[in-house]
């Protein structure tokens, strides 16, 4: 599976690398990372190329198995209309990543945009219009709004929205992976309000599916 996640920087995109990666590890699952960073480390443009394969299954022969469990991740960069999920913190930063988008790729984005001195608005019907020609198959979440709303911080957004992703089967991780990934990526006085964070999708949901 492919996964791209794009938005700026401080938005929680490498965290949420770490958190995938650990949650590949628990599962026994072969993994390649990529990182892309603009020209700051915050507010520049920020992206992770995350691709797994299937579960390992042991074997004697260790190089047949790193052989049948790669299932085709030769490379940590996903590849032109290769995306199955792109998870967007920014509207717009997930708007420019359409070219790793197929007809049957699924977007995940957070409605909202953080403006800089080139563009000062940004909406979804601006994304729709991007993105809507490439893939019917789009949720749009105010991932930030209500984290600010229900934990009195926007800094879980990126954990929300990787929750929703999870709640909405929308990727194969169980969930004690994922919370064992939140464990070992966020800081100790930190993890119960990323994990509410996770969880705070099931209970309540403000999205749109297009």
Do not use: W
């Amino acid at each position: 599976m492919n996964i791209l996640i794009t938005g700026v920087g401080g938005q929680g995109i490498i965290t949420l690398k770490k958190v995938l990666s650990y949650a590949s590890i628990k599962e026994g699952r072969f993994f390649r990372a990529s990182e892309v960073h603009g020209l700051s480390q915050r507010g520049g443009s920020v992206s992770v190329h995350f691709r797994f394969g299937k579960k390992v299954n042991p074997v004697r022969n260790r190089e047949r198995c790193l052989r049948s469990i790669s299932n085709g991740v030769n490379s940590p960069l996903i590849g032109r209309a290769e995306a199955d999920l792109i998870i967007g913190l920014d509207l717009l930063e997930a708007a420019r990543a359409v070219d790793f988008a197929s007809v049957n790729s699924i977007y995940l984005a957070n409605d909202y945009f953080i403006p800089f001195f080139q563009l000062s608005a940004f909406t979804k019907e601006d994304f729709l219009k991007i993105v809507k020609p490439m893939t019917k198959n789009i949720f749009i979440v105010e991932a930030t709004k209500i984290c600010q709303e229900k934990l009195k911080s926007s800094v879980f957004e990126s954990i929300f929205l990787l929750g929703f992703a999870f709640s909405k089967k929308l990727i194969p991780f169980k969930e004690q992976s994922l919370m064992f990934g939140v464990e070992k990526s966020v800081p100790v006085k930190f993890i119960k309000q990323n994990k509410e964070a996770f969880n705070l999708p099931r209970t309540f949901e403000r999205y749109s599916r297009l």
